[in-house]
């Protein structure tokens, strides 16, 4: 009985450590969300994915792009810029009294980066992160001044970049 439980009590373990692990990833893998990158001019729309995964943002990483009608494929990185701010105020009670001092920190950060096609147009890639499980929003500019809107949803795929 006492082997029997000492078994089972590993096979729990087992299971609670390897169910919990995500799968690895086959090499040259990589996990992308996706989303798509609408024209302010024409409407036309692209797709775009932007590696990273469920559990974090990292510090670089690869874009992809593809313009549907004109068959124009994009890649290009990004980089992870935060901006932070502090203000301080003065805390007082109902007779104006001041009773205390606060500060308020808050952080942005911004995935930032240059998409080349290989058709020779180039866009310069600015996007929010938000929270992990909600859509990202932001924006590219081409060199030509065009604007584009851009909303990452909060899906993943795996798939192979070189």
Known sequence: MKKCMVTLSIFILMAAVFGCSLPRLPDG??????????SLSDGSEMTIEVQGTRGAIYPEGV??????????TFRGKYYLVSESSTSTGVV?????TKTGKITTTSENK???????????S???????VGKQNSNFYGEATDAKGGKYQIILSPQYISRKVQ
């Open 63 to 72: 874009m992809l792009a593809v313009h549907p009608t004109s068959g124009e």
């Open 122 to 128: 180039v866009l310069h890639v600015d996007i929010a």
């Open 110 to 120: 911004y995935l930032k980066g240059v998409l080349k096609g290989n058709q020779g």
């Open 29 to 38: 893998h990589v996990h992308m969300r996706q989303g798509k990158m609408i």
């Open 92 to 96: 007082q009670n109902k007779w104006g």
